[in-house]
């Protein structure tokens, strides 16, 4: 038979794809698929990816301790690629995270062009003096330390109520970074931030003023793994760090101030200026691990009205909201996990008033934060006419 020349190419291109995917590279497991760096220094690229399977069930639980109106899901909570490295020189860093969850994507509206909102980070770090970092796009602002820690290092299923109603979450603008030691082991951390204020991914704005916030943090015993749940180090001396954090949003138009509903009357957009504090801490000490956190929200005029001065309807989440929760990792990377949550939004607002959750969660890390399983069982106390209830979860986080 006659060999059929024209085929050549084909065949050296599916032999060189068999070749190298056999091919056995040095990363590990949890440092990345990709890591390259130019043979001239001048960039580099860190490539990786994760997601998060979780199950949810629920339950209304009356007080005649009966389970009724049960339903259940299953679904991928989070699914992100992330691109990190430096460009041209190695005070120059950037690093890019994509969200392709329905989760990590949703919230599209007008104001965002109707798409999908793909982007979480795009931002580049400059270090351009000393211990001072500029970091330009689109990050997390400098908000409260739950929000702060990544959603692959949490020691719980999910954050808790308090930054699902408080957090300032992400968005595009300018922040400046800075630390400094006092002595030996006393650290302070410090941000500034200036952006955009009405959230992630928006492209018709800016509406109001602008959003700005501020953290200050100090870690009297020295620097430790601040911005991860569970002691896995096992850290043979106490740490700990205090941070406290404030945003004004001028002008804002959503309700909870960069993020939540849009807020209309009759003449377009409605404005006013939100306020945000956060207090946090974080000890860690032997396997021991504590968060906790209060948050307060208020603003000028929370209760939107139209040019004539009847109210719309929509009203802004001020309020107040405490969490806590403390771990214990166990020599063999079980940890188990207890969480109270207490939100109160101002009554002469909201119906519902003081809503409490208390959780308990078990996880077992198998490769650190990289591959873990946790479950958790929250109690749910809701004050005025709902139902309280029960809620199971069981999540599998796997992070290359």
């Not at 948050?295 to 719309?312: E, L």
């Not at 107040?320 to 009554?347: H, M, P, S």
């Amino acid at each position: 038979m006659k060999f059929k020349w024209k085929l050549l190419p084909a065949i050296w291109l599916l032999a060189s794809t068999c070749i190298y995917a056999q091919e056995i590279v040095n990363n590990s497991f949890g440092n990345g698929l990709i890591n390259i760096t130019a043979r001239d220094s001048s960039y580099s690229l860190k490539f990786a990816a994760r997601f998060q399977s979780l199950y949810t069930s629920e339950w209304d639980f009356p007080e005649d301790y009966s389970l009724k109106n049960g339903n259940s899901n299953i679904l991928i909570r989070r699914a992100r690629l992330k691109f990190s490295g430096f460009a041209y020189s190695p005070k120059l860093k950037y690093k890019i995270e994509l969200g392709l969850s329905n989760n990590d994507i949703s919230g599209a509206s007008e104001y965002t062009g109707n798409a999908p909102r793909y982007i979480l980070d795009a931002v580049l770090f400059w270090n351009f003096y000393r211990n001072f970092e500029l970091w330009v796009g689109q990050a997390k602002l400098p908000g409260n330390r739950e929000r702060l820690i990544s959603s692959a290092n949490m020691q719980t299923v999910d954050r808790s109520l308090v930054n699902s109603r408080f957090n300032i979450d992400r968005e595009t603008g300018i922040q400046l970074h800075h630390f400094f030691y006092l002595g030996e082991n006393v650290l302070f951390k410090e941000a500034i931030s200036v952006s955009q204020g009405e959230g992630r991914n928006v492209t018709t704005g800016n509406f109001g003023g602008y959003h700005y916030a501020a953290r200050a943090e100090i870690l009297p015993f020295g620097n430790f793994n601040d911005y991860s749940g569970a002691d896995l180090h096992r850290e043979k001396n106490p740490k700990l760090s205090v941070g406290a954090s404030f945003s004004h949003n001028e002008d804002a138009v959503r309700t909870r101030s960069v993020a939540g509903a849009y807020i209309l009357n009759d003449t377009g957009l409605y404005h006013t200026n939100i306020n945000t504090w956060f207090l946090d801490l974080m000890f860690k000490y032997r396997g021991l691990n504590i968060l906790a956190e209060a948050a307060r929200r208020t603003a000028d005029d929370p209760v939107a009205v139209n040019s004539d001065g009847t109210p719309t309807g929509e009203i802004v989440q001020v309020g107040d909201g405490f969490n806590v929760q403390a771990g214990y990792v166990f020599k063999n990377n079980y940890e188990v996990v207890g969480r109270y949550t207490g939100i109160n939004l101002e009554n002469r607002y909201f119906n519902q008033g003081i809503e409490k959750q208390y959780t308990l969660g078990l996880s077992k890390y198998i490769v650190g934060h990289k591959l873990k399983v946790q479950t958790d069982l929250s109690f749910n106390d809701f004050q005025q006419d709902a139902e309280d209830g029960l809620m199971y979860r069981l999540q599998v986080d796997i992070h290359f």
